[in-house]
């Protein structure tokens, strides 16, 4: 590749939607209190005048998604801002050492016990037994009626439905583990969407709409860039790809870190197993573009050179990769902990990564034709989330191919 001079970064981002109907998306991963990273790397965006043409959520990135998504303009992160207000828990056990571990616990302890206003709060039913029948729609041990009452505060459902931007949310499909994502684009969405998205069992009951029940999203794909990719017409695009969730760590050496990284390997291995076969479709995509032109145009007539040719294609996605970083002493209930100094330290490292990459403006100048999509990682100490092979192994992959 061959870095091009930088440019202001609305202009940087434009360059990606000058190119031939190109898009900005912007991906939200799943993983509740950690979702305050999200609303950083959006405040840097917003601040620089870029506002997505698409927004793709699951989980909490479905709720900070559909806030942004269901807002105008102006309104969007003093909106985004509100909704982290409220859902923030009094830090009361600040006086115990962090080291100890023990106000991180007592605090955990609160939410799970209290729930979070505005947020979710106690089913008592389920707390009677594990066998007490409490109907498919309430089987969870939290109720999230007051999430129904806060979207409603913070997000005009009746802007969402207008698809500027696009907003897509996953969720999961019950009855036959499949992911189905909802789309603007092609129905109305409302806060079921959005609350189903994030019914992550069994903290969480399932949602029920059109007759059929869903739970959270990131049971199944907590990343869901695929969604991009399988995305039809396709088209340029710049993404930006929020990860919340560690791919990479050292060895747990105790049951307390077993949980930790137990938690960060379910739900954020998926990019990798996304972006490499989608990687090397595209660029096979590319490869028939690059043949096309020695076929003669007589020989285009033929049907099954029209069919064969379908399978070409010209777009370029360039991924950028923005990960929260690890706090001191974070352990496995960091995605519950809404105290105002951790959602202060994610959202602020939202936004300092997202300034980065803005000024990095890695997916500017001049890359190899047969790149399809390209994985930038703005953070150069980054947990790496897929082997990016070089231009030289993609040319011996191919004539080794042709011998």
Not at 254 to 268: E, G, P
Not at 312 to 325: E, F, G, I, N, Q
Not at 353 to 358: H, K, Q, S
Not at 390 to 400: F, M, Y
Request: glycine content about 8%.
């Amino acid at each position: 590749m061959t870095k091009a001079k930088s440019l202001p970064p609305l202009e940087a981002v434009n360059e990606i939607r000058n190119q031939n109907h190109g898009q900005v998306v912007l991906v939200l991963q799943g993983g509740g209190a950690l979702g305050a990273y999200q609303g950083g790397v959006y405040q840097a965006l917003h601040e620089e005048g870029i506002e997505p043409d698409w927004i793709i959520g699951t989980s909490i990135g479905a709720i900070n998604a559909s806030i942004i998504a269901g807002n105008k303009v102006e309104d969007r992160l003093p909106r985004l801002q509100e909704f982290w207000r409220r859902v923030e828990r009094s830090s009361l056990w600040s006086a115990f050492p962090a080291w100890t571990g023990m106000a991180d616990a007592l605090s955990s302890w609160t939410t799970l016990t209290n729930g979070i206003p505005g947020f979710f709060e106690t089913n008592t039913r389920a707390f009677l037994g594990a066998h007490v029948p409490l109907g498919a729609d309430h089987a969870g041990y939290y109720s999230t009626e007051p999430l129904r009452q806060t979207l409603g505060d913070l997000v005009d459902f009746s802007r969402i439905n207008q698809n500027r931007p696009r907003l897509t949310v996953g969720a999961a499909h019950v009855a036959t583990s499949t992911m189905h994502y909802f789309d603007s684009r092609d129905i109305a969405i409302g806060a079921s969407h959005v609350m189903a998205s994030g019914a992550l069992p069994p903290a969480f009951p399932a949602v029920r709409i059109d007759g059929e029940l869903y739970w959270d999203g990131g049971i199944l794909s907590n990343t869901p860039t695929e969604r991009i990719f399988e995305d039809n017409p396709r088209r340029n695009s710049l993404t930006f790809a929020v990860h919340l969730w560690h791919p990479t760590g050292s060895e747990p050496e105790t049951i307390w870190q077993v949980l930790n990284r137990a938690k960060d390997l379910q739900y954020s291995s998926r990019i990798a197993n996304h972006i490499v076969p989608q990687r090397e479709a595209h660029r096979l995509r590319h490869v028939i573009t690059e043949l096309l032109k020695y076929v003669p145009d007589a020989a285009r007539k033929d049907p099954m050179v029209k069919e064969l040719a379908g399978y070409s294609c010209k777009t370029r996605m360039h991924v950028v990769r923005l990960l929260a970083p690890r706090l001191d002493n974070e352990t496995h209930t960091k995605d519950i902990d809404f105290s105002p100094e951790g959602i202060r330290a994610r959202w602020e490292a939202g936004y300092a990564n997202t300034i980065r990459a803005l000024n990095q403006q890695q997916w500017l100048g001049e890359f190899d034709p047969l790149d399809g999509v390209i994985l930038h990682e703005p953070s150069p100490d980054a947990d790496p989330a897929a082997d990016q092979p070089t231009s030289d192994e993609v040319h011996a992959e191919i004539k080794l191919a042709a011998e």
